[in-house]
């Protein structure tokens, strides 16, 4: 069965603070794993979608990288508007279309 | 160009009572969805379509039913609601060829209470 572990549930950091957040991950035949941010009251936003172990991907302060169990993404000098639930799902063969997501990981940024 | 539209975007219901939560989106997507997210749960497929004329099951489809008779609309229907089906309620859509390129669009919600 497909599953999805983030880590930690929360993290609080002051500005400038840098840290990582994890997304470990047991599937089928992985075709793609995706980062989405999410404001309170509003739906996810697509962030990243990474394919093979050693890809990268960057956006602004975010940095996620992917191995052959697990995903990171890095936050680097944090702002207080990069405070958000962070959620990490998987494509896998099994699931087909459907993407299987972690419980996420909300992320507060204090100035 | 409005992308995923959800309605309404809160709702309180009686035990018993149904209703229908609505999604459009205009941008020709042939995948849609329908996810409920709880606290500590995140978020569960109840139904997909591949496109019009073809859904199935996810992986919580007891209590909801849907049909896809166009390309843009996807309405997920509440039978008789329970108390348990109180969750905020996310409808997603792709083009079927890219969802591992892209993910999925997301809708803002429906937020249902249940009492």
């Known amino acids: 069965e497909d599953q999805v572990t983030q880590s930690p549930e929360a993290l609080r950091l002051q500005e400038g603070e840098s840290s990582s957040l994890n997304c470990s991950y047991t599937?089928?035949?992985?075709?793609?794993l995706f980062w989405y941010r999410q404001d309170p009251g509003k739906g996810p936003e697509f962030l990243f979608t990474l394919y093979s172990a050693g890809e990268e991907k960057e956006k602004e302060r975010l940095k996620a990288t992917l191995t052959k169990k697990e995903s990171f993404l890095h936050i680097t000098a944090p702002k207080p508007e990069d405070s958000a639930t962070y959620l990490c799902?998987?494509?896998?063969?099994?699931?087909?279309?459907?993407?299987?997501f972690g419980k996420g990981t909300t992320l507060s940024v204090s100035s | 160009n409005a992308g995923v539209t959800q309605t309404p975007k809160f709702q309180v219901l009686k035990t018993g009572q149904s209703m229908t939560l609505q999604c459009a989106q205009d941008?020709?997507?042939?995948?849609m969805s329908w996810y409920r997210q709880d606290p500590g749960m995140g978020l569960r497929l109840i139904h997909y379509s591949v496109g019009a004329g073809i859904t199935d099951q996810g992986e919580v489809p007891n209590g909801y039913n849907v049909s896809r008779s166009t390309t843009e609309d996807f309405p997920l229907r509440l039978l008789s609601a329970a108390p348990s089906q109180t969750s905020v309620y996310f409808c997603a859509s792709s083009y079927s060829g890219q969802i591992s390129n892209y993910g999925y669009t997301f809708g803002s919600g429906t937020r249902l209470t249940v009492v």
């Open positions: 941008m020709n997507h042939e995948y």
């Open positions: 599937v089928s035949g992985l075709r793609g």
């Open positions: 799902a998987v494509r896998s063969n099994q699931a087909g279309t459907a993407l299987i």
